[in-house]
């Protein structure tokens, strides 16, 4: 919901009966030719049973009476159908196989559309939307399939049943009836554990994926150092392993259950069935009825007690699947973005900054159990201004250039471009008139070229362009200088798509030219990586507005002072907003912007805030100070 509002979030509530549709259609879309195939494997896997027990008994009746030519006729029908069986199972198998790939792949795709279709990232910062994503994507790994194929197995075991069943009447009204008394506590008690294992799997997400980040953070080359420094190694282990306990003893529960119920069952599904046996071995030793009887009776009471067993099973794991495709239905198929904190999807075309950036009395917090951030913000930046943000930690400096660029919407008040609400604006088009620098800029496990085309896709494939603007940013000669250019992949977890086997294993004549290739890429510096960033920045060359959150905040101070010389450069002739705790670089600022508390306290160029005295005074003058040389000793 939206700050404040309590409006629910826009998602789609179905029943099992329309969630089970959904499935289907998904399933027949992925693959229209295999489900076909599949479904008809499903009439012949289910009619193949009975019809290989019925000609089993027919063809021992007809030996005990010696009818020489049905007997061959007989015997061909039954290889025959036990052909046709087996060939089913594996068309069967190559057919679930293929759906299977096609089935992760669209379910896979519609799932992370759904995810970066929110332009806001609320949700993504809400623990609870979390564990729904991660039951989401158990589910779109073959959840889908999962679900069909119980319902394709429960329709296939229905034909087998029925044909037994009708096979038993004319054997044994009484065995028939007694087979399908003996299915109603079984069905009961199947649903109920199924209701169990999914609350208990609802009840462990929460751990699993706490287990699952430890586990990853372990492997982690980025937390490695302050892991081995720190002696973490065992720490993180062990709470690890402790989530993995915990989760561990839910499925345990659940197990212990299944098993006393099971087994309890078993038991009774036996006595019924040996009951039966027994009762019909005798009447047909009694003369009532023929030796293939015995046969056919044998066959329908195991085949039916299997069949039965395995569909409940997969009817409860239905039951289940459903539950976690209820949460992949929910997220792919909502309708607005309500816990991103946007509104309805607007259109209204965005032309460049002419007029001026405003905000009027901003408001924001994340929902109404946290304190204010933002208290009644007012700022205007004018085209070709910069701007520079300053305050301490905490005064709400990067949430307020997470709401210009609408990441989140104001709780209260309003951003206007040249007077128009910045919520009636088309998003894309916003976000394509600005340029930004967060401070905790991203690193991707790409190339470098990737690295910096990721800040204008457009330009991806301008060579000249991506250079020009690692030029600017001073990291075109480090990055030249990487072992395939600009084509170095920035990562040590992979290696290049490129590099060939010969190379790693050492075997074959490609192997002389290549094995000097590194088997995995490389990392850059901290300072590198900042650069990179502000190259990503300086390639959308149009934008009009740029964003620079703390953007040499890993530099030296040579090339500090060189990166902030090209901002300037950057800068010139578009709007800017500046926030640095380095007061020494937001100097030329035309107007600097002192945020306290979440209110602006103080505006004004550097001079006449120093001559106020007020907060930025303060914290220049302690800056200063941490640089003056100091007094010599008396």
């Not at 599949?38 to 019809?51: K, Y």
């Not at 792949?105 to 799932?111: K, M, N, S, V």
């Not at 329709?155 to 028939?176: C, D, E, H, M, R």
């Not at 790409?446 to 600017?472: F, H, K, P, Y």
């Amino acid at each position: 919901m939206t700050p404040d509002s309590g409006r629910p979030a826009e998602e789609p509530q179905l029943g099992p009966l329309r969630l089970a549709a959904a499935a289907v259609a998904l399933y027949v879309r992925a693959a229209p030719v295999a489900a076909a195939a599949r479904i008809a494997m499903t009439l012949v896997s289910g009619l193949s049973p009975v019809a290989l027990a019925w000609f089993t008994k027919m063809l021992l009746d007809r030996l005990a009476g010696h009818r020489g030519p049905e007997v061959w006729v007989t015997a061909l029908a039954l290889a025959l159908t036990g052909a046709v069986t087996a060939l089913a199972q594996h068309l069967v198998t190559y057919a679930d196989g293929e759906i299977g790939r096609r089935v992760t792949l669209r379910t896979q795709g519609e799932l992370f559309a759904a995810v970066t279709r929110e332009q806001g990232i609320g949700d993504l910062e809400n623990p609870a939307f979390q564990d729904r994503l991660r039951l989401a994507q158990q589910s779109s790994h073959g959840g889908p399939q999962q679900l069909v194929g119980a319902i394709l197995v429960t329709a296939q075991s229905a034909l087998t049943v029925a044909g037994f069943l009708g096979v038993l009447i004319t054997v044994s009204p009484l065995a028939a009836f007694l087979v399908l008394l003996s299915v109603a506590p079984t069905l009961w008690a199947q649903l109920r554990l199924s209701r169990a294992r999914t609350d208990m799997l609802l009840r462990t997400t929460p751990r699993t994926r706490r287990q699952i980040f430890y586990a990853m953070l372990l492997m982690d080359v980025r937390a490695a150092k302050e892991i081995r420094l720190f002696g973490l190694g065992d720490f993180f282990r062990g709470r690890m392993l402790d989530e993995l306990d915990a989760a561990q003893r839910g499925e345990r529960g659940v197990d212990r259950a299944t098993l006393g119920t099971e087994g309890s069952l078993s038991l009774l599904t036996a006595m019924v069935s040996g009951a039966v046996l027994v009762a019909g071995a005798v009447r047909i030793d009694s003369g009532h009825g023929n030796v293939g009887d015995i046969s056919v009776l044998t066959g329908a009471l195991a085949t039916v007690q299997l069949t039965v067993a395995s569909t409940l099973a997969q009817i409860a794991d239905a039951s289940q699947m459903l539950v976690l495709f209820s949460h992949y239905i929910g997220i792919t198929r909502r309708r607005s973005d309500p816990a991103g904190r946007l509104g309805p999807a607007a259109t209204g075309e965005v032309d460049p900054l002419r007029e001026a950036l405003v905000l009027t009395d901003v408001w924001f917090r994340y929902d109404v159990g946290h304190d204010w951030i933002l208290k009644g913000v007012n700022l205007t930046i004018r085209p070709g201004e910069s701007v520079a943000l300053v305050g301490l930690n905490g005064a709400g400096k990067t949430t307020l250039t997470k709401l210009l660029c609408r990441l989140y919407e104001p709780t209260r008040g309003t951003i206007t471009w040249d007077g128009a609400d910045l919520r009636t604006l088309d998003i894309a088009r916003l976000r394509a008139r600005i340029g930004v620098v967060f401070q905790d800029h991203m690193s991707y496990e790409m190339s470098a070229a990737d690295n910096i085309a990721v800040g204008d896709l457009r330009r991806a494939g301008d060579t000249q362009r991506l250079r020009e603007a690692a030029r600017r940013a001073g990291v075109d000669s480090a990055l030249s200088a990487l072992p395939r250019g600009y084509d170095t992949l920035l990562s040590r977890m992979f290696i290049p798509d490129d590099e060939e086997p010969a190379a790693r294993t050492g075997r074959g004549r490609k192997a002389a030219r290549t094995v000097t290739r590194p088997e995995t890429g490389v990392l850059l510096s901290g300072g590198q990586w900042q650069r990179l960033a502000i190259a990503r920045a300086m390639l959308r060359t149009d934008a009009d507005l740029l964003i620079l959150d703390e953007p040499s905040s890993g530099l030296d101070a040579v090339a500090e002072s060189d990166i902030h010389r090209s901002l300037r450069h950057l800068r010139r002739g578009r709007s800017s907003l500046l926030i640095s705790h380095r007061l020494n670089t937001v100097r030329d600022a035309d107007r600097i912007v002192v945020l306290d508390g979440g209110c602006v306290t103080e505006e004004g160029d550097h001079r006449s805030l120093l001559a106020a005295k007020g907060i930025y005074a303060e914290l220049f003058t302690l800056q200063a100070d941490g640089y003056r040389a100091a007094p010599e000793p008396a």
